[in-house]
């Protein structure tokens, strides 16, 4: 009669535990269930830019309320993982809607800057990325892409000088495809078209490694 009474009494305790619905403290004090938690935790996942953490619950009544925990990442760090591979300039478009072929930056090094006409940090950096430049001139590749429309950066450059070859209307490969969505970045491209280094943020902290980078890639 014992033994029956403990079968009964843990059955009762392990339908109570599956009854109980979980709900998920967020860190601004927003209470979500677990539907709702796990499609906002799987858009913060795919921006790449926070881990998301769940401690263990308090139980109140049926329910058991979960704290969340976000660690915001630095969000160039998943790009520097893409050092030693080609970067895909095929998928942009050219001036005529074409995309460009994959050799199109082969047989000179790159500086690639990417940037929009609505990041101040971006413009802040301009005379520092002309300055490369004019160390280099024509021995190196030097490109900036934006997802603003080439009208607007037509406009825009008649007052910010950035003299790079221009490719705009990229919002589609920057986001979806290369996920970029943080600027102002930077790459250097070897002779290959291969990934050198990654630099996020302003470039003025690294304009020497810079520098030093495509003087060893000439």
Request: proline content about 3%; charged content about 25%; hydrophobic content about 40%.
């Amino acid at each position: 009669m014992i033994k029956i009474k403990t079968i009964l009494f843990l059955l009762f305790i392990s339908n109570s535990i599956l009854a109980q619905t979980n709900f998920f403290k967020m860190p601004d004090g927003t209470i979500l269930d677990e539907k709702t938690f796990n499609r906002k935790k799987n858009d913060m996942i795919e921006t790449g830019n926070i881990n998301v953490g769940v401690e263990a619950g308090i139980i109140r009544n049926d329910s058991i309320i979960k704290e969340v925990k976000l660690d915001y990442l630095n969000p160039f760090t998943k790009h520097k993982k893409k050092i030693g591979t080609a970067f895909e300039i095929q998928k942009f478009k050219n001036k005529e809607g074409k995309n460009y072929d994959e050799n199109y930056l082969k047989g000179k090094a790159s500086l690639i800057n990417f940037w929009s006409i609505n990041c101040e940090p971006c413009i802040k950096e301009f005379p520092d990325l002309n300055r490369i430049k004019q160390q280099f001139n024509n021995s190196v590749n030097f490109v900036a892409i934006t997802v603003d429309s080439s009208v607007d950066v037509e406009n825009f450059l008649k007052k910010h000088k950035f003299d790079y070859d221009q490719i705009t209307d990229s919002l589609f490969p920057l986001l979806n495809e290369l996920k970029i969505n943080a600027l102002p970045m930077t790459i250097i491209l070897d002779k290959n078209g291969i990934i050198l280094n990654v630099y996020g943020g302003l470039i003025t902290d690294n304009e020497n490694e810079v520098i030093e980078t495509l003087k060893n890639s000439l």
